[in-house]
């Protein structure tokens, strides 16, 4: 018989690794699954394996994981390295994949703390070899030392200006930053600082990174309008239009950002209810004050509950944490609440820069409704106007493009299609984001080959049966 | 062999022999695998099978399979593995990336 988990956590990233320190302080039997090999997440990706040289080029704030990285190895929580949960049912059996072999886990309550996925950005050319996203181009960065050189940053938001400073330091600066945020965009955006110090931090970090990228005389090219990468085979130029001029600028790599979006894949195997939250630019899962979903049992913290960074995500998971604990006996209701007022008041201070993140680098629109002949879904190459001409076609949902493409059919399941296929159907039939609704995610959540299924693990497969 | 790559490792570690569509490789021990193929040059992972369009690595984090390869027979995400001494690759064959799975 299988030993039930009290907590198992999905995601070893800051949410998922404060909350298993938490909880196994607390006195539960807590199991991690993490698909990466190490402990970090994509935001302290390797972050144990970095060199000091490389510490240097990626900075504090991604170093400063190591101190996570450490509490949950010095926990004795059971941490699964290289498990890739495929399935998640009945109150609550996970199959997972590790090391060629199929296995499930059983638990009382868990935590999905799968983190974010950035923000689909369909432009032309943005599925040729050489084009990446700004994360891919930081994760090459963090677990394996490589840099690219001869590249161009493509896009809007601080990932963009952190990633362009870390390949000035390390000695490989981008070609060129081209950003599609306008003058505009920032005023906006400054509305929303106020008195907010932890604002006023980001903005300082931030301008900091952009005197980095001037002092090494990268180019940048603001409100940049038009985008679009061509090559042979590969990434070679990205042109767009800027100050009502067309420019070329030659290539070898192009990294796009336009914000991250919650990765809410798990959470809507499950059938929690998700909402359009407008700040965010994309779904959200609806959850009360301790990060629980309406799935009783089952909660959510960090960047896959909504956007908010690595130190609101360590909060989040904490509290959680104390919500298990609570819920398990272990810990007393008036205690909960005790420790969790700290994290809240951190929480709120963290989450103070958002507001001005969201309004001074919004996504770029064009991405967002891209032209017809664009392909939106990656996998099986489904083009703007194969979508708009199923909506003409009385298509009204995401699952109903189903009958007549295989959008989202693919294996990336429409992590980098279903935003833009939501927003094309709303905009298409005249209807909000919340009524066009999403596609249904059904289990496995990544693909299962039959030989990781034979091979599944005997003594577990029993206490499944 | 080490052909022209627009990325450069920082840092050197003791490099395993391996190979790609039969083509002798040497890949740093342990790096993340379509991460050192990158940096070796490789710089289209497959084809689509809807049009036969070349692809690479796009995440970097095992969300959009665009890295598939096949190694061994198996078709697996390079971006979610570590490179061993003697990884014979190749890449995916147009049906073997939907073939292998459930």
């Known amino acids: 018989m299988l030993m039930k988990r009290d907590f198992v956590i999905i995601g070893a990233g800051p949410a998922g690794m404060a909350a298993a320190t938490q909880a196994a302080e607390l006195g539960l039997y807590v199991t991690v699954l993490d698909e990466q090999l190490r402990a970090g997440g994509q935001i302290y990706r390797d972050v144990d394996r970095a060199s000091k040289s490389l510490g240097n080029i990626l900075g504090a704030d991604y170093t400063d994981g190591a101190r996570l990285t450490k509490h949950l190895r010095q926990s004795g929580v059971e941490h699964i390295s290289g498990a890739v949960v495929w399935a998640i049912e009945d109150e609550f059996r996970i199959s997972y994949t590790c090391e060629g072999r199929g296995a499930q886990i059983e638990a009382d309550r868990i935590l999905l703390a799968t983190g974010a996925l950035e923000r689909p950005m369909p432009i032309p050319g943005w599925t040729l070899p050489g084009v990446m996203t700004a994360g891919a181009g930081q994760i090459l960065l963090k677990q394996s030392g490589v840099v690219a050189q001869n590249a161009v940053l493509v896009g809007a938001g601080p990932l963009l200006y952190l990633i362009g400073a870390q390949m000035v330091r390390a000695g490989t600066p981008p070609a060129a930053m081209v950003e599609t945020q306008t003058r505009s965009d920032m005023i906006r955006g400054l509305r929303h600082v106020g008195g907010a110090l932890q604002g006023w931090r980001y903005m300082a970090k931030g301008l900091g990174m952009l005197a980095e990228i001037k002092r090494a005389k990268v180019p940048r090219y603001t409100g940049a309008t038009g985008i679009g990468i061509e090559g042979e085979g590969k990434a070679e130029v990205v042109t767009f239009t800027h100050n009502g001029r067309t420019q070329r600028i030659a290539c070898e790599t192009v990294f796009l950002h336009h914000g991250v979006v919650a990765n809410t894949q798990a959470a809507r195997s499950l059938g929690i209810s998700h909402t359009w939250a407008v700040a965010h630019g994309s779904f959200v899962p609806e959850l009360d004050d301790w990060g629980q979903s309406d799935v009783a049992g089952v909660f959510i913290a960090g960047d896959g509950a909504g956007i908010g960074g690595a130190k609101a995500a360590e909060h989040a998971g904490r509290l959680v944490a104390l919500k298990v604990a609570e819920d398990a006996k272990r810990l007393s209701t008036k205690d909960c609440n005790l420790m969790a007022a700290p994290l809240r008041r951190a929480l709120v201070r963290e989450l103070a820069a958002r507001p001005f993140l969201d309004a001074a680098y919004p996504p770029y629109g064009a991405a967002l409704r891209p032209a017809d002949n664009t392909v939106i879904c990656r996998c099986e190459e489904i083009t703007a106007g194969d979508i708009r001409s199923y909506a003409n076609l009385g298509c009204l949902g995401p699952n109903q493009t189903k009958a007549f493409g295989r959008a989202g059919m693919g294996h990336c399941q429409g992590r980098y299609c279903g935003l833009t296929v939501t927003a094309l159907l709303a905009d298409a039939n005249r209807q909000s984001p919340d009524e066009t609704g999403y596609y249904r995610i059904r289990p496995p959540l990544k693909p299962v080959t039959l030989g990781e299924l034979a091979a599944m693990d005997g003594t577990t497969q029993d206490a499944a049966e | ?102």
Do not use: Y
């Open chain 2, 1 to 102: 062999m080490k052909t022209a790559s627009p990325f450069l490792e920082l840092e050197s570690a003791p490099r395993v022999d391996v190979t790609w569509d039969g083509v002798p490789l040497s890949l740093p021990e342990e790096a993340n695998l379509a991460a050192a193929l990158l940096a070796a040059g490789v710089h289209v992972f497959r084809s689509t099978p809807v049009s036969g369009a070349p692809r690479a690595p796009f995440c970097m984090m095992g969300a959009c399979f665009d890295c598939l390869v096949e190694i061994n027979g198996v078709t697996r995400q390079a971006c979610m593995l570590e490179v061993i001494e003697g990884m014979v690759m190749t890449r995916p064959s147009e049906m073997g990336a939907h073939a292998d799975e459930t």
